[in-house]
């Protein structure tokens, strides 16, 4: 059962314009969220987070939204360029002292057309 | 600076073979990991290890062990073989388990037939 769902399997976007790939979680005990970016042949690398004590977090081109009611995160990139073209995954846990185990989502496979 | 190194990069095994998978990383990190990702899913921990001779079992363990005996190595074992072990595995590292990024190798796909 999966507690992180990306229900967009791909997105097509014409440079310049904003990418808005969609997160949903289940578990209410979930409190921090993490943005991974990947290529081809490549390991995720980390793009953002945010936790649960704010509603957004920027850092360039890219802004996650988190809205905690409705167990959802978006990551808005603007303006999107033909480099953001990649698998990006979302990630959630619950913070423990000593060790988060992070639940990831399948993937969205951004096209970004120049 | 290397970070995480994953070899091989590509391995095919028939049914009933074993392997060890490698994973290394030069950032003396304490924790380590190794996630599994089958088609049109998100990645499942395996097996993780908070440092040297402390290993703990994610959420899909069954048909892999580990061993952790230095801070930089974490070899997944496959022991048996099966078509469902059939996967991308990617091993990471961060230096705390709990907000600190965690950095990823580039992956090992293994077809098992």
């Known amino acids: 059962d999966q507690q992180v769902k990306q229900n967009s399997p791909s997105l097509s976007v014409q440079e310049g314009r904003i990418s808005i790939l969609n997160c949903d979680y289940t578990?209410?005990?979930?409190?921090?969220f993490l943005w991974y970016k990947k290529y081809p042949a490549e390991g995720p690398t980390f793009l953002i987070s945010?936790?649960?004590?704010?509603d957004k977090n920027e850092d360039g081109r890219f802004t996650v939204f988190l809205n905690k009611s409705a167990k959802h995160l978006s990551l808005h990139i603007v303006p999107s360029q033909p480099g953001d073209s990649a698998v990006y995954f979302c990630?959630?846990?619950?913070?423990?002292?000593?060790?988060?185990?992070?639940?990831f989502g399948s993937g969205t496979k951004l096209n970004v057309k120049p | 600076n290397a970070g995480v190194t994953q070899t091989p990069k590509f391995r095919i095994l028939k049914i009933g073979q074993s392997m060890t998978l490698q994973c290394t990383q030069d950032?003396?990190?304490?924790?380590m990991y190794w996630y599994r990702q089958d088609p049109g899913m998100g990645l499942k921990l395996i097996y993780y290890?908070?440092?040297?001779?402390?290993?703990d079992k994610g959420e899909v363990p069954n048909g892999y062990n580990v061993s952790r005996s230095t801070t930089e190595d974490f070899p997944l074992r496959l022991e048996l073989a099966a078509p469902s072990q059939t996967s991308v595995y990617f091993c990471?590292?961060?230096?705390?388990?709990?907000?600190?990024?965690?950095?990823f190798g580039p992956g090992t796909r293994l077809t098992v037939l």
């Open positions: 990471a590292s961060s230096y705390s388990g709990s907000t600190d990024t965690q950095y």
């Open positions: 578990n209410s005990m979930f409190d921090y």
């Open positions: 945010i936790s649960s004590i704010k």
């Open positions: 990630a959630a846990s619950a913070l423990r002292a000593n060790f988060n185990k992070f639940y």
């Open positions: 950032m003396n990190h304490n924790y």
């Open positions: 290890s908070v440092g040297a001779g402390i290993t």
